[in-house]
């Protein structure tokens, strides 16, 4: 059993990495041959009027990696309003000012416990390999110039993401914060050895894009399709990003899976009111391709190059878990990352 920290992902697991791990699960998926458990968020008060506290919990099964995989965050969760607009903010409030997500993972063949690692990196791997999937299928194949909404945490692997599948000239970012978005696009610019540009407005920004993610956490929409063209594709990353009126802009709309788009894993305690409730239109998008169907070739991609195309990449699902945890045990271990623990403090000598 071994325990492995964010730096040890950061140090071994690679954007493309995920990707290429994900293509061949996506496929797995289509054939039936992985399993993903319901997605489950358990909302209660707390002792704070601005918050709630969040119980969410995933699981999956990859049996192409003999992995089983559950990952569980321990949330508490505010709404604050900023420039008339809501956002969702995770407040670190365990000890030493910290967030709490973890991922477990076992091995099939035996039921053994095979690692536990906090969930951060590879939570920000697995969205923006998933955004990467949607643009190597649905953009246009000399596309060459990207637009990112966001400069948070989840924005960078999104840019990361474009850059692994397609080969940009530049990328314009665009976030409400000035001096935010300068900093992050000079960070880009020399992670990715591409030229980034602050834009002064998301329509700048989007305008001269081929290819567009929204990663905000915004509960607002982000974009107008006023300034959008024909050729150029979409992805978005948080429900609430696009408004569900804008979604008729578009010629061709998949969606991460179509029974993850609704609120029912949503479990709230009485008298609560919470803020982050799936829109009437995303409810309808229940019959929308999945990722799975394009990747395996059961639904078509991009027809032509004037398609708008749109990927919502909506909810995590727990074999992204599983297949970003299978390459990360294989390749931290071959690089002696890690601390190992005896299996018998998780396991036991009864059964339950």
């Not at 030229?195 to 001269?208: D, F, H, K, L, T």
């Not at 019959?287 to 078509?300: N, T």
């Not at 991009?302 to 727990?318: D, K, V």
Request: proline content about 4%; some cysteine.
């Amino acid at each position: 059993m071994f325990i492995f920290s964010n730096d040890d992902i950061n140090a071994v697991l690679s954007m493309r990495d995920c990707i290429d791990a994900f293509e061949h699960t996506y496929r797995d998926v289509a054939a039936g041959q992985a399993v993903n458990g319901h997605r489950s968020d358990m909302i209660t008060e707390t002792a704070r009027a601005d918050s709630v506290y969040l119980l969410k919990m995933v699981g999956a099964v990859v049996p192409r990696y003999a992995i089983g995989a559950v990952r569980i965050n321990s949330d508490i969760l505010s709404f604050p309003t900023h420039n008339g607009k809501t956002r969702k903010v995770k407040i670190p409030a365990a000890a030493g000012n910290r967030w709490v997500g973890l991922v477990m993972l076992f091995n099939t063949q035996t039921g053994a416990p095979l690692a536990l690692f906090p969930d951060g990196v590879i939570q920000r791997m697995r969205v923006g390999a998933t955004s990467g999937l949607g643009v190597h299928y649905l953009a246009r194949h000399d596309a060459r110039t990207a637009a990112i909404l966001g400069s948070g945490w989840q924005a960078g692997a999104q840019a990361q993401a474009i850059a692994a599948v397609r080969s940009l000239d530049k990328l314009y970012i665009y976030s409400p914060d000035e001096t935010r978005r300068r900093i992050f696009a000079q960070q880009l610019e020399q992670q990715l050895s591409i030229p980034v540009e602050a834009a002064v407005s998301a329509e700048q920004a989007v305008r001269q894009a081929d290819i567009v993610l929204c990663a905000t956490n915004s509960l607002q929409p982000v974009l107008s399709h006023d300034w959008l063209r024909p050729g150029m594709h979409v992805g978005s990353i948080r429900e609430g990003e696009l408004a569900a009126d804008e979604l008729k802009i578009f010629d061709r709309i998949i969606v991460h899976d179509p029974g993850n788009m609704a609120d029912d894993h949503l479990v709230v305690a009485r008298g609560i009111e919470h803020r982050e409730k799936s829109s009437p239109l995303m409810r309808t998008l229940d019959q929308a391709p999945a990722l799975s169907a394009l990747i395996s070739g059961q639904v078509e991609a991009r027809q032509s190059a004037a398609e708008i195309t749109a990927f919502l990449n909506y909810h995590g699902l727990g074999y992204q878990f599983a297949a970003a945890g299978a390459v990360l045990l294989e390749k931290a271990l071959a690089a002696g990352r890690g601390v190992e623990l005896p299996d018998e403090w998780f396991t036991q000598d009864v059964h339950s």
